[in-house]
Structures are given as structure tokens and as C-alpha cells.
């Protein structure tokens, strides 16, 4: 009987410390996989190896951080990637730069990746100096560089979730909002936070993702992902209905938000994806789908046009 015990202790220490390996394995595995690349093709004084540390720096601060309260398995990651062009050197720490954001997210039962946020922001400012750490703080302005990159972290997290799940995004789109507030109250935040100067950088962005008065679009990400693409094994043609129906409330949103970034934004994503879904739709899902992505992205007219072959 004593061997008995013995053993059911043993056998619960051992499925104790496996757990606790399995907890640590999967909780040390971070949300996103980010590829980062910093380029800088027409800086003249500054030392290229400040951009080799910079580079290094930004791909420990997306991948090594904690976006989430949710535990991810390694095959759970978010596929994204960066990619910073250093357009002008403003002073020896202090640089401006093109920042080119992606990211992608797996289709169920195939091997197909659908891009989900494909964006160039020519608004960014920031400084750095060779070995500086990248302090961030989710409740506090430090500077413009961490700001954007967080900024851009939730973003990325934000229209992942609301691919899988209606409006599963909100938290992530709302802590990038706050991130924009802070910047926008700071004297030191730069160029592409505020209002007033442009129609599309990043306060309209994430004002699009939570201004109550349009929040279908987070449908609009929902059906055409997960009711749509992730059906398109089981259900062939009958999955196209909830992407037509995700085209049909980007239609209103053209209507009730004339210049809303998501717009833009969305189809500068999908706009080839559309074309191959569509290829081999009815007839009357060409048509339909052709009138309305031409009404709204008439400057590529020509390339939906295609779908009509």
C-alpha cells in the first residue's frame, strides 16, 4: 500500500513539473513573429552600424514583448513585418523615415496566408542613438520611435483578432488610441498623430477602428476572414456570400465615412486577393463585386475589371 502512495506521489510530481515546463514554454512564447529591416540609402554622415543596432533593437521590442494577456503556442504567432526606409538624417540621433507595416494570418485547412494590413506611413520622425534601449510604457509617453511601434503592435494584434472573432479586436484597437492621445499631447511626439494634419495617418486609423458610429467594420473584417475565407475548403462557392456581404458594409462605409482610412487601407490590402477570389465566381457575384469595388477604388478600376474574364 506505502508503494502505492509512493508512487501516485511521484507520478503527480512529475505531471506537476511538466505542467509547469509546458506553462513557462507556452507563456514565453510571444504573440508576434516580426521580420524588421531598417534601411537607410541616402544617409551620408551617419554610421550604417547605428541602423544594424536599431534593426536589432526593434526586432527584440515586437517579438520579446507582451501585447497580450493570452498565452500563444509558437505555431500561434502573428506573421508581420516592418520595414523602416530613413528617408532624411534631421540631425546626428534625430532621422525621418518611411515605416511599411504587413501582416498576415492563415486561412483554416490550407497552406494560404491572406493578408490582413498592408500600410505605408510617410509620418514618421524619431530619435536614436547607437546601443539606446527602447523603454516603453503602456500608460506613458517616452518617445515617438517606441510609441510607433507599439502603436503599430496593437494595430497588427487588433485587425487579427477581429478577423476570427466579431469585434475581438476592440482592446488592442483601443490601446492603440491611447497611445496616439499621449503622442498627440506631447511637444516631442512628431509628424502623422494629430487630426488636422492629414486625412490618413495614424489617429484616423485607429479613429476608423473605434468610432461607434461605424463599428460594423469590424464585421467587415470578421466576415470576410473567418466566415469567408476560413470556409472556403468546406464550403467552395458558398463562402464567397460572406465576402460579398463584408464588400456590401464597406460600400456604407464609403457612404456614412466618405474618407475613412480603413477604406483605403483594406483595399490596397485585399485588392489582388479580390481579384483571385472572384475570378471564378457567378456571374452575377462578378458584376456585383465589380461595381462596388470600382465605386470605391476607382483609381484601380482596371485591375477589378479583370475579374469579369
Not at 40 to 55: H, R, S
Amino acid at each position: 500500500m506505502k508503494s502505492k502512495v509512493k508512487f501516485i506521489s511521484v507520478m503527480k510530481t512529475i505531471l506537476i513539473l511538466i505542467s509547469c515546463v509546458l506553462i513557462s514554454f507556452y507563456s514565453h512564447a510571444q504573440e508576434l513573429n516580426c521580420q524588421v529591416r531598417v534601411i537607410a540609402p541616402n544617409t551620408q554622415t551617419t554610421d550604417p552600424k547605428v541602423f544594424e543596432t536599431l534593426q536589432k533593437s526593434i526586432i527584440e521590442f515586437m517579438n520579446n514583448r507582451h501585447w497580450t494577456g493570452d498565452i500563444y503556442g509558437p505555431q500561434e504567432k502573428i506573421d508581420c513585418s516592418i520595414l523602416i526606409t530613413i528617408s532624411q538624417e534631421l540631425s546626428s540621433d534625430k532621422f525621418a523615415a518611411q515605416i511599411t507595416v504587413q501582416s498576415s494570418r492563415p486561412t483554416f485547412n490550407s497552406t494560404y496566408n491572406s493578408p490582413i494590413i498592408y500600410l505605408i506611413d510617410k509620418d514618421f520622425q524619431f530619435q536614436y542613438a547607437q546601443y539606446q534601449n527602447l523603454i516603453y510604457n503602456d500608460n506613458q509617453y517616452t518617445d515617438n520611435l517606441t510609441s510607433v511601434l507599439a502603436y503599430y503592435a496593437y494595430m497588427i494584434l487588433g485587425f487579427d483578432y477581429d478577423s476570427f472573432s466579431q469585434s475581438g479586436g476592440t482592446a488592442y484597437f483601443q490601446k492603440a488610441n491611447s497611445i496616439a492621445s499621449s503622442a498627440q499631447s506631447s511637444s516631442s511626439s512628431g509628424p502623422g498623430w494629430k487630426s488636422y494634419e492629414s486625412i490618413r495617418n495614424r489617429f484616423w486609423l485607429v479613429n476608423n477602428m473605434i468610432n461607434p458610429k461605424v463599428d460594423y467594420v469590424h464585421t467587415v473584417f470578421y466576415k470576410y476572414h473567418h466566415e469567408g475565407l476560413d470556409n472556403m475548403f468546406d464550403k467552395g462557392e458558398a463562402a464567397r456570400k460572406p465576402i460579398v456581404d463584408a464588400l456590401v458594409l464597406l460600400n456604407k462605409l464609403k457612404e456614412d465615412a466618405p474618407n475613412a482610412m480603413i477604406t483605403q487601407t483594406f483595399l490596397q490590402t485585399k485588392g489582388d486577393e479580390l481579384v483571385n477570389i472572384f475570378s471564378k465566381a457567378t456571374p452575377q457575384e462578378k458584376s456585383q463585386v465589380v461595381t462596388i469595388l470600382t465605386s470605391l477604388d476607382a483609381s484601380n478600376a482596371t485591375k477589378y475589371q479583370a475579374i469579369m474574364k
